[in-house]
């Protein structure tokens, strides 16, 4: 509870200052990939993020690393203000609550898409068109492939599940069964 | 006056008596034994005559006094008195005897109505208790057979409610298996297709 309030306060702040200059988008683009190169080097965030270094040494490594990269100045202070602040290590949830906060800017929300074979294109498609009439937003989805559901697939929206799965199915017609509902 | 009381003045008139008796027969013995050698058998009589009395009349005297002097009759009335009162002393403790016997046999004949009134009561108390215990038992045995009813109905309910639900469980799982095996691409469209039409349908 306390990281995702330090992470929205962060990501907020930066979401403020994108907004103003019109760049939120590539800032966060910036954060994504820099949360990725992290994700690949897991030693550069273990270090970066250890309070047990000084944080000039910390920062010398950080700087290292933007250095080489091509982010805006913004959002290199943005890291090097999480490095002094000891945040660094909320990156994660920091990119993800910006992720959001241009997604609702931008009038986009995101769906996962959870399905027991692969979707083919045109399904994909219809089912965009009619999550987009369902949310009145541009949908942006996510779609991964779990067996266990049999049959089917769930959509999450934020806190909506649109479950269509046939081990739900199968599931509710046993809670019947057993609550004597078909005697 | 003499009186002669208790076991020692008896003694003493008894032997007072003895020596005056001995004392008369050795007198006549004597008298008896000088005749023999006497003169004329007439003087001779008289004078034995005589001294028979003259004894006779000592004898009668002395008895007389002894007798008076020893009040042998306050003696003998005394022990009748005496004899008459143990005889009254008597006849009271046996009086007393006997009221206490009637008494005995009064408070025993008591007793004996207040043993058979408590065995009666206790008889009564018995059979009371008995039919008491007895209808608690009866009562407590068909408690005990009504919970043993509710207690069958309810374990056959619990079996048949187990038995249903391992049944739902082994068909829910049945079911799954046939349909993780029958399952086509087909099936998988038509299930998206539904699902997409039902999200439209929301709108």
Redesign the interface.
Known sequence: MIGSKISSRYAKALFSLGQDDGHYEEYGENLNEFVSFCSTKNEFIRVVSNQIFPVEDRKKVLEVVLEKSSFSNIVKNFLRLLVDKNRIVAIDGITDYYSRLTDEFSNITRADII???P??SK?LD??KR??T??TSKDVRTDVKQDDTL????I?KIGDLV?D?S??TQ??G??ES??R?EYN | MIQFKGKKGKFVLIAGLILISLFIFCGLSFASEGGGHGGTDGSQRLWDLGARFLNFAILVIILFVVIKKADVKGFFSGRRAEISQKFEDLKKERDAAESRFRELEDELKAFETKKKEIIQQFEAEGVAEKEKIIAEAEERAKQILEQAGLTIKREIQAAKDRL??EM??A??QR??RI??KE?K?S???Q??????E???K??
């Open positions: 399905t027991a074979k979707l083919k399904a219809n089912l009619a999550l009439g369902l049999i049959g089917g697939l959509v649109l269509g046939v081990k199968l599931e017609l046993k069964l057993k004597g | 249903a639900m739902v469980e068909a829910a079911a799954q349909i993780e399952i691409d099936d998988q469209d299930l998206v297709n539904e699902f997409i039902r999200v439209e929301l709108h």
